[in-house]
Nanobody, 123 residues
Framework: QGQLVESGGGLVQAGGSLRLSCIAS????????MGWFRQAPGKERQFVAA????????AYADSVKGRFTISRDNAKNTVYLQMNSLKLEDTAVYYC????????????????WGQGTQVTVSS
């Protein structure tokens, strides 16, 4: 059975950077579009970024555009989220998700999810 495992979260000061990774196993990774979502305490899950199976198409939430970059390495079965200029409001649990072929910005359209990694931005 396939699995998604996130890593790279942690505590960082505002203005700092983190790079999240999500390693996929058990599936043909290159067939899957990948997404990053986040959920802060007491808030609904929020779309962050998505990337097509080939990496040729990406999409971002307005709140992270210009600061975050999603990328993937199909040879390593890994998708990344480079987060720069972090803000307090970026604090959340970050999840990667997978769906066959086409990207989506709605979490319910992703059938496969990782367990999440905590990102905490301090002042």
């Amino acid at each position: 059975q396939g699995q998604l495992v996130e890593s790279g979260g942690g505590l960082v000061q505002a203005g700092g950077s983190l790079r999240l990774s999500c390693i996929a196993s058990g599936r043909t990774f290159s067939n899957y579009a990948m997404g990053w979502f986040r959920q802060a305490p007491g808030k609904e899950r929020q779309f962050v970024a998505a990337i097509s199976w080939s990496g040729g198409y990406t999409a971002y939430a307005d709140s992270v555009k210009g600061r975050f970059t999603i990328s993937r390495d199909n040879a390593k079965n890994t998708v990344y989220l480079q987060m720069n200029s972090l803000k307090l409001e970026d604090t959340a649990v970050y999840y990667c998700a997978a769906r066959l072929f086409t990207t989506a910005t709605i979490g319910a359209q992703y059938p496969y999810w990782g367990q999440g990694t905590q990102v905490t931005v301090s002042s």
